[in-house]
DNA sequence: CGCATTTGACCGGCGC
DNA sequence: GCGCCGGTCAAATGCG
């Protein structure tokens, strides 16, 4: 996978060395590094990776209610519309949100994890539809959409909801590859 | 045949 | 209440 640099987005803030690349994989596999999150939805600009500018979107924002939160992590609209306090009972899910975005011409990127494609929707402002995946293992509840980016094509944003109960099953070596160099880079 | 994908229907929340 | 919207279901279809 060979693509293009994009130019260095802005400085990172400075809560940004919080979220190394170990952070980042241990949240892509379900493993949580008791990082502190914030209650809004942060974005960052998490490390390059591969040539990829990552982004990060985490929120740890609980919605209540069934098992299903309301809303994309990721919206195309600049507003990120809070909905109205609905805290009642305890009842909080807080189901774990992780997005990032990544430049890429794949819109699905092999994260070692089997998923069932169970929907898609068109997005508004945006002529690439978004794409809806379950985890295949059962009793794993991990969802994750993908969509690309409405101003950049090129930019494809995969939001993971959820954290794994089981391993792996495949290996993931290339990725792990080059976790290893984004480690050392730091 | 068994599994994944496609795709329209369906559902709940929300705004008007 | 009604319609829109985001998310999910499930029957049909595709594919190895």
Not at 23 to 34: K, R
């Amino acid at each position: 996978m060979i693509f293009l640099n994009s130019p260095p987005t802005s400085k990172a803030p400075e809560h940004v060395s919080k979220y190394n690349a170990s952070d980042l994989w241990a949240h892509f596999h379900g493993i949580d590094n008791s990082v502190e999150y914030h209650d809004r939805e942060v974005k960052e600009t998490v490390n390059k990776f591969d040539g990829h500018i990552m982004e990060a979107y985490h929120n740890k924002s609980g919605h209540i209610g069934g098992d299903h939160e309301s809303g994309p992590s990721y919206n195309c609209s600049e507003k990120n519309k809070k909905k109205p306090g609905k805290r009642q009972g305890e009842k909080v899910t807080r189901r774990h949100k992780f997005a990032f975005q990544t430049r890429s011409q794949v819109d699905v990127l092999d994260d070692g994890y089997r998923w069932r494609k169970y929907g898609q929707k068109t997005v508004k402002n945006s002529k690439f539809p978004r794409s809806y995946y379950k985890c295949t293992y059962q009793g794993c509840n991990v969802k994750k959409q993908i969509q690309r980016h409405c101003k950049d094509e090129g930019i494809v944003v995969t939001t993971y909801e959820g954290m794994h109960t089981h391993p792996l099953e495949r290996s993931v070596e290339n990725f792990d590859q080059i976790l290893k160099g984004m480690r050392t880079s730091y």
